[in-house]
């Protein structure tokens, strides 16, 4: 399994943005599907984007506000997310798994390498 490492979480104000990126300890296949999730405290882990190649899915809430991309090369998920919410407001977690991305893209179990976190906090 992969080591990943988030970063670039912050306080922003409504409105504004953030890149998140998550570093992997080794190198993505293409075909591994690559996702960030978030996780508000008291609530479930909840799938934010995901993609592999020529697959990219997002939740309905961040579609047209957040970007994902990859840098192969560098082994680096990134999260671009424009247009932030107080609703956003959450710990952001990327995760790897073994296989292309499918329709359960959100469902936690599909994934096999989780990063530690990092924090997202938007005020009012």
């Known amino acids: 399994q992969a080591q990943l490492v988030e970063s670039g979480g912050g306080s922003v104000e409504s409105g504004g943005s953030l890149k998140l990126s998550c570093a992997a300890s080794?190198?993505?296949?293409?075909?591994?599907?690559m996702a960030w999730f978030r996780q508000a405290p008291g609530q479930s882990r909840e799938g934010v984007a995901a993609?592999?190649?020529?697959?990219?899915r997002y939740a309905e809430s961040d579609e047209g506000r957040f970007t994902i991309s990859r840098d192969s090369p560098k082994n680096i998920l990134y999260l671009q997310m424009n247009y932030l919410k107080p609703s956003d407001t959450a710990m952001y977690y990327c995760?790897?798994?073994?296989?292309?991305?499918?329709?359960?893209?959100?469902?936690?179990?599909?994934?096999?390498?989780w990063g530690q976190g990092t924090q997202v906090t938007v005020s009012s």
């Open positions: 995760a790897e798994s073994p296989k292309f991305c499918s329709g359960s893209w959100a469902d936690p179990n599909e994934y096999t390498s």
């Open positions: 080794r190198y993505m296949p293409s075909y591994h599907c």
């Open positions: 993609t592999a190649s020529g697959f990219t």
